[in-house]
Structures are given as C-alpha cells and as structure tokens.
C-alpha cells in the first residue's frame, strides 16, 4: 500500500513510473497550510516566514530533523538584504518560530509535521528491497544493477528461467 494520496508525489501526465520514483528518491516539505496565517507567523514578519520555509526545506533535504546549524544560517538568507545571520536567527527564536539547540537551532514542531531521518532512511531501505524484487519479477533476470560497478545475484521466482543464462552448445 502506498498510503494516502496527500503523500504522493506530483502526477505526471503518462508516466506514472516517473511519479513513482520522485515520491521515493526525494523527500516533501510538510507545511501546514495554515503556516502563512498563525498568529506568530504573521507577527514575525514576511522575512521570517520565507527563513522558516526555507529552514524547513533544508531539513527535509538534508534529513537534520528540524536542527539549524550556524553555519547554514546565511544560506537560508539567499536574496535577503538587511541585517544579517546572528540578528535573523535571533529574531527566528524570538518569534518562537526557532529554538536554541546546543550551539545550533532547533524548528518549532519540524518533527511533528516531517518524518524523522530515521524513518526515511528505513523507508528508502524497504522501497530499494522492493524495487529489486519488482526488478526480478518484471525483466525476469538473476542480476539487478544496483550501481555503476555492483551486482547483486537474486532468486527468480519459482519456475521462471534466467533469459540471461548462457545456452549450452
């Protein structure tokens, strides 16, 4: 099963394959289609909501469950004019759209919304099992590409021929 449809990857006329391998290769921001109105979204100010998306967006491409590190703070603040880093992030935390963490910051809720990097990964692990066997069944094949340089030896379903077999002369 594949789950509810909210969690699928665009449509793309003709080619539900390609649909199939965006939704698992990458990972969705999840943002509450409330975000641009809460209360504290709204008081922070238009720069702070583009930061928390942009916050959000790096997390679930990076799989750092919501955590900020300094270091990434100026990326987030791409095309933004005005103070910089330390004031944003402080006004991010002011705003209670950010939480100190350590040396580092924290999204408010990130985990509540997004899957953790934990279950991604264990999620990637189990479609990447499933594609190989998919793989047997459909090319009918004891070798499946995993990448540029190994192969993985598989087990046919029973009864089915190998068609790659080396045919005896």
């Excluded at 103070?83 to 809720?109: C, E, K, Q």
């Excluded at 379903?157 to 002369?169: C, F, L, T």
């Amino acid at each position: 099963s594949r789950g509810p449809a909210s969690t699928h990857g665009p449509k793309q006329e003709g080619s539900r394959f390609a649909s199939l391998l965006v939704e698992r290769v990458m990972t969705w921001a999840r943002i509450d289609d409330n975000f641009p109105l809460h209360p504290k979204v709204m008081a922070a100010g238009p720069i702070c909501e583009l930061i928390q998306v942009r916050a959000i967006c790096y997390s679930c491409r990076f799989l750092t469950d919501g955590l900020i590190d300094p270091s990434v703070v100026p990326a987030l603040l791409t095309n933004i004019e005005g103070a910089g880093a330390i004031y944003w992030a402080s006004r991010m935390v002011d705003a209670g759209l950010w939480h100190r963490n350590g040396t580092g910051y924290r999204v408010h809720d990130f985990l509540a919304y997004n899957p953790s990097k934990k279950l991604i990964l264990r999620r990637r692990k189990d479609w990447s099992k499933a594609g190989k066997k998919s793989a047997i069944i459909r090319w009918g094949t004891t070798k499946v590409k995993t990448d540029d340089t190994a192969r993985l030896d598989m087990t046919l379903p029973k009864g089915q021929k190998d068609p790659n077999a080396p045919v005896p002369s």
